[in-house]
């Protein structure tokens, strides 16, 4: 979807929503792996950015970018961290060329020479021009992401933008088209592409006449910083799990204290990093909706692999392999991971728990969530005031913070050490209280 890897925003952004503002420059440096001249380079260039994209906030709005991350959750819509996507989905170089080029093919059919002509009589005098081979490179990128289409035709080819969608429909089914695309946008994954979609068709919208309350019919509050993030990878692996390519990439575990490091492109001026230098084939993806978060599956020299994708920098694609063998591995993970409540390899153990039914004449929440969310789990057996569910699974880490979430209207039965450490983990909590109580 971008033309150029963002890794040092992405995690520049995760980090300063996750610390809210806690950590000092030079703290924040460090733990990014950059110098504090970069971190203050890097707050300038998307304090522009926010000034861009919100052109006409108030001055209560355009406060520190810091701030603004911290207090001004409730003042859009908008998931906040969407207009990284915006703003570096093209180099900062490439913007103005584009733009120009999107103008020109919005009043008719042009071929390549003559856009080139529209370009460099449109730049500054001091700007650098483009030759031919630049155009063409933006056109294909252009086509490719659908924002124009080349029409039918001899050489030379014309290419006009693709607004047919827009130009189709009525108003009100363009209403009715964004009022579908904000809703499926904020509940569905992934999700960025469907923002981008609707912020253009409000803005055709808005040019139309249309008053902004009309498309204020839905308000949505972001939670998962992640989920949208690490969508800027999503598209890369997946790219490479089509064409059956392996990737490399250098990875920072949750545990590590740093999460990004700079490219290395001087060889005199190389320097360790936390990160870890990994090539593997990519097989699946996996999104856990409990945390928001996304995960590579993996093969590698050491079998199936798992990641963390808020840990992934400098992804490129590397060669391709065997599409028998490739459909062999994916084979074989999708047997390891048959009983997984997201993605452990480990032994398959049965879950057993008594679930007990909520008081009144109310409807059985308890039972409606467990037939939700309990996955290929069955009710094994029911009476009045409990029931009996039970699921075969790889291991019980992942399964046990859902159990747990029941609090007292769930008994976990068997295996015998998930009940214990449940047991040794409610006994602490009650500990915690118990002081409380006495001091009241």
Known sequence: MAKESFDKEIQFLRMLVLTSGAFNRQQFAERLGISVHTFDKTIRRLKEVVSSVHQQASQEQSKEFAETLRFSYYDSTDPLLLFLFRAKSVKESESQRISLLLGAMNERALTTMELLDVICSSLPSEAALPDEKTIRSDLKYLEEVGVVIREPGARPYRYRIQDALVQQLSEAELIDLYDFVDVMANTQVPSVQGYLLRDGLKKHLLRGGVEPHVLE?????????????????????????????????????????????????NPLFERDTEGKSEKTLP????????????YLLAHGREGIRKYRMEGMTQIEEDEAVDEAWYEGKQLELEERIAHSWLIDTGRAVTVRARFYNPEGPEPNFVKERVLLQGQWGQIVSEDEHTFIYEIKVNGTFEIKPWLRSFGSSCEVLEPASLRRELIAEWKEIQAYYASVREDF
């Open 217 to 265: 019919a839905f308000l949505y509050k972001y939670h998962y910083y992640s989920r949208i993030l690490d969508e800027a990878h999503l598209f890369t692996l997946l790219h490479a799990i089509r064409r059956h390519r392996k990737v490399r990439f250098l990875y920072f575990s949750p545990k590590s204290e740093k999460s990004y490091a700079a490219k290395n492109t």
């Open 283 to 294: 097989l699946k993806i996996v999104y856990d909706h409990q945390y928001g978060r996304w």
